[in-house]
């Protein structure tokens, strides 16, 4: 918006324009541009309308991916980006309560970090998960400022109904990209979302002043502290209904689900696959070598060339992973921090033998430590929980446990009969 533009009339010229390009039962196969050649949408926004339609974005679809408390707790304490949160607070938050703005920090796929400021403003943006874990990266969520920053690598502005996603056509936003200082890397951005008066030049301006500080307050940290700059391990993350994703140095890369197969059965093989090995693992009927050839290309982009070896595929980066956590819990017999550590079974929408044994070998040694434990508050949480509820062993085992006489003994002798029947 610049000085002397009417706010209501201009989100109504930007409504129209979305309408015309995203309304129900018009195609956009093929359009380039707003019918209107007098449309007021800018051309970063139309490119970014048209990338958000090419990777398939809903445009009445809210944030549904989210990361668990736990989780986001972890990422969070590790990540490069925790650095510059006092000098965001200190520029950004300090003066943005009771003013109706938020002012978010994301990693660089665009997933919330933190997100603070007025609490009335907050609490409506949670009805859109406009909220911590949260993942608003352009590819999920289509045209907003974090998002688009950056896919941009550049700083944005998008005014109402210059979102994509209709839900949040109330709001606006001016986002940046945060780089490491060194290499230039995207680590993050920072985001000011409220209303109509954030999507002013002036705003867009504090916004990249608190930038410019951000990144000396990394420099500076890496000057004092050179050895804790930015971690650089590798960790695969695949347990749970979540979207897989490779974290590396405390940004969090977003998995596909054939490359976290890949790269899950490489972990499991350290002595190395062959591709027609690799292409039985992943398919046994109808995926051949050459595919997996191809795929294991892609996958080097990802990952890094110089982790993976050929012939055979292997790993020669060292690899975390959430698997094995649990089985290294499971190997000390600390079956508490197992269960907390296994929020999920392994890539459960796959369907590749070699993830299959995976993961069964995993919930069988879950299930069997739990079951040895005879703990009735472990035994509770399991049955409680996704994967334990309909576990008739582990609900048996929980009614040991119980007095006979006892409320709760009824209630878990009907679930019993209730997965009898």
């Known amino acids: 918006m610049r000085p002397g533009d009417d706010a209501a009339t201009l989100a109504r010229s930007v409504s129209r324009a979305h309408e015309t390009f995203v309304g129900p039962g018009l195609s956009t196969v093929g359009l380039a541009r707003p019918v209107d050649p007098h449309s007021p949408v800018r051309s970063v926004v139309l490119d970014s309308w048209l990338r958000s339609r090419d ?5 009445d679809r809210g944030a549904d991916d989210l990361l668990d408390d736990v989780t986001l707790a972890q990422y969070r304490a590790d990540h490069p980006m925790a650095v510059i949160r006092p000098v965001v607070r200190k520029l950004l938050v300090e003066d943005a309560a009771d003013t109706g703005l ?19 403003a907050k609490d409506r943006a949670n009805a859109m998960n406009f909220t911590e874990g949260a993942d608003w990266s352009e590819g999920r969520m289509g045209t907003n400022a974090p998002g688009t920053a950056l896919a941009i690598d550049h700083c944005v502005q998008i005014f109402a109904a210059e979102h994509f996603s209709r839900p949040v056509h109330e709001w606006s936003c001016s986002a940046a990209p945060v780089h490491h200082p060194v290499t230039g890397r995207i680590l993050g951005a920072i985001d000011i979302t409220g209303g109509p008066r954030v999507a002013v030049p002036e705003v867009l301006s504090l916004v990249r002043a608190t930038v410019a500080a951000a990144e000396s307050e990394l420099r500076l940290h890496l000057l004092e502290s050179p050895r804790t700059g930015i971690d650089t391990r590798l960790r695969l993350e695949v347990l749970g209904s979540g979207r897989p994703a490779l974290v590396r140095g405390g940004e969090r890369i977003t998995l596909s689900g054939r490359h976290a197969e890949m790269l899950l059965l490489l972990h499991a093989h350290p002595e190395g696959l062959s591709s027609d090995h690799l292409a039985v693992l992943l398919d046994e009927n109808d995926l051949d070598s050459v595919t997996v050839r191809a795929e294991m290309s892609r996958l080097r982009k990802v990952f890094g060339a110089d982790g993976l070896a050929s012939r055979p595929y292997r790993l020669v980066a060292e690899l975390a992973s959430d698997v094995e956590d649990v089985r290294a819990a499971l190997d000390r017999g600390d079956v508490d921090s197992a269960l907390r550590s296994y929020v999920g079974v392994v890539l459960p929408s796959s369907y590749a033998p070699g993830i299959e044994e995976i993961r069964e070998e995993l919930r069988v040694r879950v299930q069997a430590a739990l079951l040895r434990s005879g703990d009735p508050v472990l035994l509770a949480r399991w049955t409680a929980s996704v994967h334990g509820r309909e576990d008739a062993a582990a609900w048996s085992a929980y009614l040991r446990t119980l007095d ?3 409320v709760l003994f009824s209630q878990v002798q009907a679930r019993l009969a209730l997965l009898g029947r």
């Open 55 to 59: 990777m398939g974005v809903d445009p």
């Open 102 to 120: 938020l002012v978010a920090i994301t990693d660089a796929s665009g997933r919330l970090l933190w997100v603070e400021g007025d609490t009335a």
């Open 404 to 406: 006979p006489s006892s």
